[in-house]
């Protein structure tokens, strides 16, 4: 075993972590960031597969994303906006291809109605959320008792304008099926983004990529940290002591942190690990009860991203702007998402929820075979034959077992979400799955990565 002593060790190399270990190096503090996998960036992975660039994990940044975007300019990394000429393809019950342009569906006037009067009501109800304590709302354990399907239930009997309006919170964002997430989740989801509008509005929540891929945020932190970064070296067990029960097994020292052939002694250990990981360390003593049981009600959402490239954007040809949805597709919703300067056109798609638990059922052939059936009923026969085919599935990815992000079971979040964050001894959290303001998203990490080194250097 390599001893090695620092102020704070940091377990996992993602947007998160790496922020904290920025942040708390330009402070003058020793840190060590331990990362299980090979490579840093966590759920910020972009590669090339089959001599095509691709944003295997998140990609989009939102103009109300203030920490990320400060990142990127940190860094010196150039953005360029999403291609949204043309129409928009909407897929009615029936099967028949509409296309419109503007945010509001191609449905029947009375639909239409009861969806801009939901949006609206859901405005109203976000701007009463506390995206930091989504708790504190004097109606939240109601709103949390109740489950967003039921929710939309209780507001229309108009089945298309409760599926389009389910969607965008349950396919597009907590990727779970709306009945397995409460109302106040879907309130913080709309808050973290500043309002459901903002959530509705692809050309706002999907604005920019980053030139060369968004992992270069985590790759570029990473270089500045240099050898503080050690990749392969998952976190088997953490030894621990609360301040007043004298130190962890090292004296002097808060923690000590583990893997298979490190053992880390530090002052603090910040765990910048989605939240449904942290049970899977080992903890000397055990965590407290209250830790126990809250991350048992927290679960990943499951989403496939699926990349589909061609030899041109052929959907331009024809006046598309590549932007389309269904909540009655296979493929919820899809995006042109060629890369910079590239002369071939990408699709990007995603199969969500419980229907990418029954495309996993089929082999690889069968499973593409559905999915690009479902791309060409938006964009013609073309859709079925790209030179390439990925789909991006961090369910069967160890340490990350799912996507976007996790969020808590019905009444979870005003039970536990208190909680979420808060110190424990020496023992700190950070994920974009614990944020306010950019909750599951690369802002929201960068946010908790710098509120955590925050509390550090301030001692609390
Ligand atoms: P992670 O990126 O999950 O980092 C955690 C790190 O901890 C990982 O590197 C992991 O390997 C490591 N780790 C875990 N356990 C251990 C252990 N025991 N020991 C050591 N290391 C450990 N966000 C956007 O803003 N825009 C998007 O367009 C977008 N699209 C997305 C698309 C997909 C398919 C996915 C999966 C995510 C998307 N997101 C998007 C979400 C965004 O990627 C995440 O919210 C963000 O990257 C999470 O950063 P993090 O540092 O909090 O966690």
């Keep these: 075993m390599e ?6 060790v940091i377990v996992g190399a993602g947007a998160a972590g790496l922020t904290a270990a920025t942040k708390l190096v330009a402070a003058g503090k020793s840190v060590v960031v331990l990362e299980a996998r090979d490579r840093v960036g966590g759920r910020l992975w972009t590669d090339t597969i089959e001599g095509a660039m ?3 994990g998140g990609q989009w940044v939102s103009p109300d994303q203030d920490a990320l975007i400060e990142t990127l300019d940190d ?4 953005t360029y906006s999403r291609y949204r000429e043309g129409e928009n393809v909407y897929i009615s019950e029936s099967g028949e291809r509409r296309l419109f342009e503007g945010e509001i569906f191609p449905v029947p006037a009375k639909t239409e109605g009861e ?5 609206e009501k859901l405005d109203e109800l976000v701007a009463q959320i506390d995206p930091d304590q989504p708790w504190a709302h004097p109606k939240a354990k109601e709103l949390d008792e109740i489950s967003f399907a039921h929710w939309l239930e209780t507001q229309t009997d108009d089945d298309e304008a409760r599926l389009n309006i389910g969607m965008f919170i349950a396919g597009a964002m907590l990727t779970k099926p709306d009945h397995a997430f409460s109302a106040l989740q879907a309130l913080l989801m709309a808050a973290s983004a500043g309002s459901f509008s903002n959530l509705v509005d692809a050309d706002f929540i999907l604005d920019k990529r980053v030139v060369g891929g968004l992992q270069q945020v985590p790759l570029g932190l990473a270089e500045r940290l240099g050898d503080r970064v050690r990749l392969n070296q998952p976190v088997r067990t953490i030894r621990w002591a609360q301040p007043s029960d004298g130190r962890a097994d090292a004296p002097g020292h808060g923690v000590v942190a583990m893997t298979d052939s490190l053992e880390v ?4 250990v910040i765990l910048a690990v989605p939240p449904i990981l942290i049970s899977r360390i080992s903890y000397e003593p055990p965590l407290p009860r209250r830790q126990h049981q809250l991350h048992q009600h927290l679960s990943m959402g499951f989403v496939i991203k699926v990349h589909a490239v061609y030899e041109t954007p052929f959907w331009r040809d024809s006046g598309l702007s590549g932007t389309a949805f269904s909540p009655y597709e296979l493929v919820h919703e899809a995006y042109d998402n060629t ?3 590239d002369p071939r056109g990408t699709l990007v798609g995603f199969v969500s929820d419980e229907e990418a638990d029954g495309v996993f059922s089929l082999t690889p052939e069968e499973r593409k075979a559905k999915i690009l059936e479902s791309l060409s009923h938006y964009y013609g026969e073309q859709a079925l034959t790209p030179v390439v085919y990925y789909e991006s599935d961090w369910g069967s990815e160890e340490w990350t077992r799912g996507a976007y992000a996790a969020s808590f079971d019905m009444g979870g979040l005003a039970r536990y979400g208190a909680d979420l964050r808060a110190p424990v001894g020496p023992i700190h959290f950070a994920c974009s799955d614990m944020a306010g303001k950019g909750y599951q998203h ?3 990490a960068i946010r908790m990565g710098r509120l955590v080194a925050g509390t550090i250097l301030e001692g609390r």
């Design 442 to 444: 690369v802002d929201g």
């Design 3 to 8: 001893r090695i002593d620092t102020d704070v």
């Design 339 to 341: 890369n910079h300067d």
């Design 265 to 268: 002694h530090a002052d603090r």
């Design 75 to 78: 860094l010196g990394l150039e």
């Design 54 to 56: 691709l944003e295997i």
């Design 115 to 119: 969806i801009v009067g939901l949006i």
